[in-house]
């Protein structure tokens, strides 16, 4: 394993630095302090050929153009709190509306775009980069300050972990997520219509208009949504199931069986024959098919579109602190808050 670092960009005045890991294998995972971003994520296809699979500039400034979270850390809460409302120990709080009549990924100017503090572990077998930072109380209509890290690995199993750990002093809501954009052809002219995706999940989350869940948990059989067998992501793209219509496409939690011993999700480009398997201690999977894409500097000499990546989401329901079915994402003073997920890149 080695790595190295460079100077990445400048926000006022202060050097944002990015880091790339590399293994044995040539497999690299390069990562920056804005946002405690993935960049971009190296892997071979079946005959060898390396091409970087994730969203990413190459310069900062684009990075800070762009509204998209790409492979930016969410939170404090991954996805949308309906009304940006909630109660925790009796007390009433209000986060900033950012999406709709909602708040969405911890509201504006949240993890995606602070620089984060970096560090780096090395260990024979692996290399880590630990991005720190402190969310003061009330950032954002928060409670408690937050000291949060984001962990990322690159191992010679040619594996890319994700560890988020946290404490807060007071009663608050934590459910971070990594916002990466796949497209696993290596070529951000294609669109990723042709990916299979299988997901372990039997229910999925349904929204309404403006993305907010409703709620309810809808099985999937018989529908789009059935993911337990690999299906191409262009049947969601063409389908008439009024939960894609409303989006074009997926923008939709899964909620995981977590079978032991079962991935929760596989991505694979037939194609170029490469896949990534996620496993994640959360109970869902956002997938997000990039449906909104057009105002973001372009990835190559054309314009960025909808459909070019897809969003795998590992976190908790989004809106769970509404629904008691979606899972707890209260953290309480003197919890440690620790979770992984990991892509396994083969
Ligand atoms: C998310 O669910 C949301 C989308 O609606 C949003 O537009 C995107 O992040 C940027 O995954």
Same mark, same amino acid.
């Given at each position: 394993m080695k790595y190295w670092r460079e100077a990445f960009g400048e926000i006022n005045g202060q050097t944002v630095w990015q880091y790339w890991l590399e293994n044995r294998q040539g497999y690299q995972l390069a990562v920056t302090e804005y946002g405690a971003t993935i960049t971009h994520l190296v892997m071979p296809d079946q005959s060898g050929q390396m091409a970087n699979v994730v969203i990413g500039y190459d310069t900062l400034a684009d990075f800070v153009k762009q509204?998209?979270? @790409? =492979?930016a850390t969410v939170g404090r809460v991954a996805g949308r709190i309906g009304q940006g409302a909630f109660t925790l120990d009796g007390h009433d709080y209000q986060a900033p509306i950012n999406n709709g009549a909602n708040t969405n990924h911890g509201g504006p100017n949240s993890f995606e775009s602070q620089i984060w503090q970096s560090s780096v572990v090395e260990k024979d077998d692996a290399i880590s980069v630990v991005f720190m930072l402190t969310s003061p $109380? *009330?950032?954002? *209509? @928060?409670p408690g300050n937050l000291a949060v890290t984001t962990t990322y690995t690159l191992n010679e199993a040619n594996e890319w972990l994700i560890d988020y750990q946290a404490t807060t002093d007071k009663t608050t809501l934590f459910n971070p997520t990594c916002h990466v954009y796949l497209n696993l052809t290596g070529d951000f002219d294609q669109f990723v219509g042709q990916h299979t995706l299988q997901i372990d999940s039997d229910r999925f989350g349904a929204i309404q208009p403006d993305g907010l869940p409703t709620g309810e948990l809808v /099985?999937?059989? =018989?529908?789009? @949504?059935?993911l337990r067998q690999p299906r191409a992501l262009q049947v969601a793209f063409d389908s008439e199931n009024t939960q894609t219509k409303l989006v074009g496409g997926f923008d939709h939690p899964f909620l995981l069986n977590q079978t032991p011993g079962k991935a929760d999700a596989i991505l694979r480009d037939p194609e170029s024959g490469r896949s990534i398997t996620i496993d994640t201690e959360g109970n869902a999977i956002v997938i997000y098919t990039a449906n909104g894409f057009g105002d973001e500097p372009n990835l190559t000499n054309q314009a960025i579109q909808p459909h070019q990546a897809v969003a795998i989401e590992a976190q &908790? &329901? /989004? $809106?769970?602190i509404h629904h008691t079915e979606f899972g707890n994402i209260v953290l309480h003073p003197g919890e440690q808050y620790q979770r992984r997920t990991r892509y396994k890149l083969n």
């Open positions: 509204q998209a979270y @790409f =492979g $109380d *009330g950032e954002n *209509g @928060f /099985p999937v059989a =018989g529908s789009v @949504f059935d &908790m &329901m /989004p $809106d769970a």
